[in-house]
């Protein structure tokens, strides 16, 4: 994909001049905000013809897209946001617009006129989810329809306001699919098949991009269809391919702040739910207390991800986040080594995302550890000292299901 005035990755790239305000756009939009109807295309297209300016059929078609983007979408950011594998969009300023397609950051063309349109891009992103974004509340995280968005003011921050916007597919790949583009082996594929199947509860690790997400919707993509997969999530991003599947979302207080309702909440609700896959979309607070009691209280086949920069930095990010929910570290380690029974991680590289690791969690040395069982090589995975242990809890699982079946 070739990104509009992008250079290499991390490069400053060549710059599209900067264009003043748009008198044709200032005016139909005017004319849209003037009156509280639903923006429709026929309203749009009549206020572009009510315009006074002479554009014909096809500069009026051109006109009605950049409004209804100006009005309902990204502004100046939308066609960026239409490229095939752009995941993020990132604003530091007015000139400073960069993009994630898969390669790292890459810088854009893409310019708004002035600060000030950066920043009034921002409140009207944040006022769609029902938020504030202004002085007295200067860092908003909002969830919209294919978006996830997050703002911060200045003085917050020491230039201008940034836009961090984390674009939601609804495509989900397959497990398949993925491992024909490289993220992993057959090998490893069957063995995540397996984990599946065997219904072992797994967390899926890795730094910021490296796909867990993705990875996390392919994989609860492959669960029995009897099965109900009952999802919590700070912001909707899971969509496995699946037919019977619920989600729940975290809701942040409103202006005054009240209406709270977290994901420690959403869990708790969900275990009321009859729920045959529970699934923390990602462990990031005090839920991960509510989530080790779940699993220890007979959930399997449960999931979800978190954020580690290795599989074996995973029981101290569990700890900590006991710790959020007032947990002793002793008291994490031995409910997670109950409950959890194989980490995931993925690692991003030039090349592009893998599943760098499959370990399973347990006690060495008296404390919880990630012990490798498949680990990724230069030519493909060889085994790790965790592998019999993998065997064995998955022939364990099987035979358990065979047993009840």
Not at 82 to 99: A, E, K, R, Y
Not at 214 to 243: C, F, I, M, W, Y
Request: aromatic share 2%; glycine share 12%.
């Amino acid at each position: 994909m070739t990104v509009p005035g992008g250079g290499a990755p991390g490069s400053r790239g060549r710059h599209a001049p900067a264009l003043g305000p748009d008198p044709l756009l200032a005016r139909v939009r005017d004319r849209m905000l003037a009156y509280p109807e639903p923006v429709t295309a026929a309203r749009l297209a009549a206020a572009v013809q009510a315009s006074g300016s002479l554009l014909g059929s096809e500069g009026t078609l051109r006109a009605v897209d950049r409004v209804r983007a100006e009005i309902q979408g990204l502004g100046v950011l939308q066609p960026l946001a239409l490229l095939p594998g752009v995941s993020d969009i990132l604003v530091n300023g007015p000139d400073q617009v960069w993009v994630d397609a898969g390669r790292g950051l890459e810088r854009t063309a893409v310019r708004f006129a002035a600060e000030s349109d950066v920043q009034a891009l921002a409140v009207r992103l944040v006022a769609a989810a029902g938020r504030r974004l202004d002085d007295s509340s200067p860092c908003v995280d909002v969830q919209l329809q294919g978006y996830r968005v997050h703002a911060v003011l200045a003085p917050v921050s020491t230039g201008s306001t940034l836009l961090s916007i984390r674009i939601h597919r609804n495509r989900t790949f397959s497990l398949a699919e993925l491992a024909g583009s490289g993220m992993m082996d057959p090998q490893c594929e069957a063995v995540l098949r397996r984990i599946l199947r065997r219904r072992l509860n797994f967390l899926v690790s890795g730094a910021t991009g490296t796909g867990k997400t993705t990875l996390l919707s392919a994989l609860l993509s492959l669960s029995g269809k009897q099965e109900r997969l009952v999802l919590v999530e700070d912001a909707a991003e899971l969509n496995p391919v699946h037919p019977h599947v619920v989600g729940l979302q975290s809701r942040h207080g409103n202006v005054e702040g009240s209406g709270i309702l977290d994901q420690a909440e959403l869990v708790r609700q969900a275990l009321r739910m009859r729920p045959d896959r529970l699934v923390v979309g990602e462990c990031r607070g005090a839920e991960v207390r509510e989530l080790l009691a779940a699993l220890n209280t007979g959930h399997d086949g449960a999931g979800g991800t978190i954020h580690a920069n290795s599989a074996a930095g995973v029981p101290a990010r569990l700890t900590a986040l006991g710790a959020l929910a007032g947990m002793t570290p002793d008291a994490v380690e031995l409910q997670a080594a109950a409950a959890l029974d194989v980490v995931i991680h993925l690692h991003r590289a030039a090349a592009g995302r893998t599943v760098s690791e499959i370990a399973v969690l347990g006690r060495s040395g008296g404390r919880l550890a990630a012990i490798p069982a498949l680990v990724r090589t230069g030519t493909g995975y060889r085994h790790g000292e965790g592998w019999t242990e993998l065997e064995r809890r998955l022939e364990e699982r099987g035979s358990a299901r065979d047993g009840a079946a």
